[in-house]
C-alpha cells in the first residue's frame, strides 16, 4: 500500500544521518605482476562483499564494495595503480588511504626486496603511526618455484610492525582471509585513533 512505502521511506531517511557508512581506501602496492589486480579481482567474488558494481568501476582500476564484516557495513575502495604510473609517495598524497597492502610474489626476489623497500619507505615516512600495512605473499600454489620463505616473510614483516599472510588468488588460497584481515585492521587502528 502506498502508506507502508511512505512509512518505509521516512524511516530510511532518518536513519541515514545517524548510521553513516564508514569508507575506506586500501592501495595495493607492488611489483608489476606479482598478482594485486587479481587479488583485488577475487575480492569481488567474496561472500563478504555486499554490493559490487561494476559499472562503478574506475578507469585508472579503483574498485568501490560494500563489506559486510561483523554486522557492520564499510565501504572500501581497493586502489591498485600500476606500479610504473606512480610513486608510492604520489600514490599515498593522492589517496591517504587507510591501509596499505604491500604485494610480492614468492617466486619472485627481485619484488620481495621491492616490497622491503617500500615497507622501509612507509616506515621512514612515519605512516605506521595511523596506517595498517598487510605484507601479501602472493602465488603460494606455484610451490615447486617458491624462492621466498614463508619465515622470511614474517620477519620482513615483523620488523616493520605489519600483518603479514601467504595468499593466492589463483587458487583462491587466504583470499577472503586477506579482505577480512584489511578491514579489521582498519578498524582497529581507527578505534585506537578515537581513543
Ligand atoms: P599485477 O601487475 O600485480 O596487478 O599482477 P596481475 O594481477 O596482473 O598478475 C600478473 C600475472 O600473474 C597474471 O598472469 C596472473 O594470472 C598471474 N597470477 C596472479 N596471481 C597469481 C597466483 O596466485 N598464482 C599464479 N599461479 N598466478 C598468478
Known amino acids: 500500500s502506498p502508506f507502508e512505502g511512505s512509512c518505509c521511506v521516512s524511516s530510511y531517511v532518518s536513519s541515514e544521518s545517524s548510521l553513516e557508512v564508514a569508507k575506506y581506501r586500501v592501495v595495493l602496492l607492488g611489483e608489476t605482476g606479482v598478482g594485486k589486480s587479481s587479488l583485488v579481482n577475487q575480492f569481488m567474488t567474496s561472500?563478504?562483499?555486499?554490493?559490487?558494481?561494476?559499472?562503478?568501476?574506475?578507469?585508472?582500476?579503483?574498485?568501490?564494495?560494500?563489506?559486510?564484516?561483523?554486522?557492520?557495513?564499510?565501504?572500501?575502495t581497493f586502489i591498485d595503480h600500476p606500479a610504473h604510473e606512480m610513486s608510492v609517495e604520489n600514490s599515498l598524497a593522492t589517496y591517504d588511504p587507510h591501509a596499505c597492502v604491500v604485494v610480492y610474489s614468492i617466486t619472485d626476489k627481485a619484488s620481495f626486496k621491492k616490497a622491503e623497500d617500500t615497507l622501509t619507505y612507509l616506515w621512514r615516512q612515519n605512516y605506521a603511526k595511523d596506517k595498517a600495512f598487510i605484507l601479501v605473499g602472493n602465488k603460494v600454489d606455484l610451490a615447486r618455484a617458491r624462492?621466498?620463505?614463508?619465515?622470511?616473510g614474517k620477519s620482513l614483516a615483523k620488523s616493520h610492525d605489519s600483518k603479514f599472510i601467504e595468499t593466492s588468488s589463483g587458487i583462491q588460497h587466504n583470499v577472503d582471509e586477506l579482505l577480512v584481515g584489511i578491514v579489521k585492521q582498519v578498524r582497529l587502528r581507527l578505534a585506537a585513533?578515537?581513543?
Open 193 to 195: 585513533q578515537r581513543k
Open 47 to 76: 561472500e563478504y562483499i555486499n554490493t559490487y558494481d561494476a559499472s562503478l568501476d574506475d578507469e585508472f582500476g579503483e574498485k568501490s564494495v560494500s563489506v559486510l564484516l561483523d554486522g557492520e557495513e564499510s565501504e572500501v
Open 147 to 152: 624462492i621466498v620463505n614463508t619465515s622470511e
